[in-house]
């Protein structure tokens, strides 16, 4: 499947003569047309996320989630052997205790970019995923890692804890004793350990997980967007809470999108035998 991006959309962080760190590519090809690919773009610090690289990931994360023409998400890395570090500990190391707490917030809002994006979203993970960087691609809904990845929250190592929701995210994914074992350990996964263990969900060959992501993306995009989208949101609002009030959030998103013009246009393209052209509304 051809993958080459148009043009990107910067996602800068701190003005126009800074690096964008972030990038936002969208796809000329009719199967990918409907996908956004975040690619976070810090290679010589392994995208180690810094205070500027924080406020890219926000702002490119904004711009996709106010884009109705998009279905489906891949976050990806422009570095061949790291996905993302995690922190810039470097950038911490000069810190006060001020100026963590300052940034904290602005941390938050990366991390949260990732995980309130309203449409599908699949983390193509090649090389190293660590801390912070794993917590984006747990963010995900869906982890592709390529086999020579290692994925890991090996935060209680330097005296912090996961987060960027790490200690709540792989317990969801996991199980608590899965979990527990994994970030008390400060454990570094190889990506058949990761896929054994539920903490991503399909091993690839060594530097094709990005073009395996984009092929679900594709997929993915394929469908009804206003399906997609209150999906999403059905499972994710439901995850947490008993069966019955999850079968009520079911059942409003189901009233959402029962009465969309993309349920009539899915309708009658399965009983012309065609394929849907969704309205999206």
């Known amino acids: 499947m051809p ?28 199967e990918l047309a409907h ?31 106010a884009d109705e023409s998009v279905r489906c998400v891949v976050l990806t890395s422009s570095h061949e052997r790291a996905f993302c570090v995690g922190a810039d500990l470097k950038e911490r190391n ?10 904290r917030p602005v941390a938050r809002a990366a991390y949260g970019g990732v995980l309130g994006l309203p449409v599908p979203a699949i983390a193509a993970v090649d090389g190293f995923a660590l801390g912070g960087g794993f917590e984006l691609a747990l963010s995900c ?12 929250l090996p935060e209680v190592g330097v005296g912090v804890i996961p987060g960027g929701g790490g200690t709540q995210l792989l317990v969801r994914r996991v199980g608590w004793s899965r979990a527990a074992r994994a970030i008390f350990s400060a454990a570094r ?83 012309e035998k065609r394929r849907p052209v969704w309205p999206g509304r």
């Open 3 to 30: 993958s080459t991006p148009t043009a990107p959309d910067a996602a800068a962080s701190e003005g126009a003569q800074q690096p964008a760190l972030v990038r936002v590519e969208r796809f000329e090809t009719p």
């Open 35 to 65: 996908v956004a690919e975040i690619v976070l773009d810090r290679p010589e610090a392994m995208n180690a996320v810094s205070t500027a690289m924080a406020r890219a990931i926000t702002a490119a994360t904004a711009q996709v989630a």
């Open 94 to 103: 000069s810190f006060t205790d001020a100026d963590l707490m300052a940034q």
């Open 141 to 152: 809904d869906v982890v592709v890692a390529g086999e020579g990845a290692t994925v890991g």
């Open 189 to 271: 996964l190889p990506a058949r350990e990761a896929l054994e263990l539920g903490a991503v969900d399909e091993v690839v060959p060594a530097g094709t997980a990005r073009d395996r992501a984009l092929e679900l993306a594709a997929t993915i995009a394929a469908n009804s967007p206003v399906g997609l989208r209150s999906a999403k949101r059905a499972m994710r609002l439901g995850a947490d809470v008993d069966l019955a009030a999850g079968l009520e959030i079911e059942d409003a998103c189901w009233r959402a999108t029962a009465f969309s013009g993309d349920r009539r246009e899915g309708v009658a393209a399965f009983a």
